[in-house]
């Protein structure tokens, strides 16, 4: 159920959700139309339609459980380890480092803008695909300018408030 984009994700969710509803609707109005008739509702229908909605439930519970992976760099190891500890108690499935690696599919970079000035053009330009959520101590308008030169998502001041990171992060893979 797990798809490269958030768009196509979400929508393969929501199409095993109506399924699960449609479902459960078939099972409600066979026991209903029984209770109507005085009738034994057909066990054998009903349980096939409940083995049936538990499986769509198990799949929407994995759909919604699969976390967004999330890559912490800062210069500070200390912090980085701080920051993506607090986000996987958030949640997310997130690793620290203190230096740049190779990004996977639909992974969110979040950078400390400090490490920029040290990295060479290449990783500049990993950097500038990977449209990171920033974080710096700086609030200058150099800094500013240079979190717009790799396409920032956002720029977040430290220190910073898990749940303002965790915001950005929602953001930035609602654009995927």
């Not at 969110?108 to 990171?132: E, N, Q, W, Y």
Request: no cysteine.
């Amino acid at each position: 159920m797990e798809s490269a984009t958030g768009s196509s994700h979400r929508t393969e969710l929501a199409a095993t959700l109506h399924r699960l509803r449609s479902t459960l609707a078939r099972i409600k109005a066979e026991l209903e139309l029984a209770e109507v008739d005085g009738t034994v509702p057909p066990s054998d229908r009903l349980l096939a339609g409940l083995d049936e909605a538990f499986a769509l439930l198990s799949a929407v519970e994995t759909a919604s459980q699969a976390a967004t992976r999330v890559l912490v760099v800062d210069d500070d190891g200390r912090l980085a380890e701080i920051t993506a500890r607090g986000l996987r108690r958030l949640g997310y499935e997130a690793e620290s480092s203190t230096s740049l690696r190779t990004l996977g599919p639909g992974e969110v970079l979040v950078f400390d803008l400090g490490l920029l000035p040290g990295l060479d053009a290449a990783a500049r330009h990993s950097v500038r695909a990977a449209r990171p959520i920033v974080v710096t101590g700086a609030t200058d308008p150099g800094s500013h300018a240079l979190a717009s030169s790799v396409d920032a998502s956002d720029y977040l001041v430290k220190p910073i408030e898990l749940e303002e990171l965790a915001e950005a992060i929602k953001r930035r893979t609602a654009e995927a």
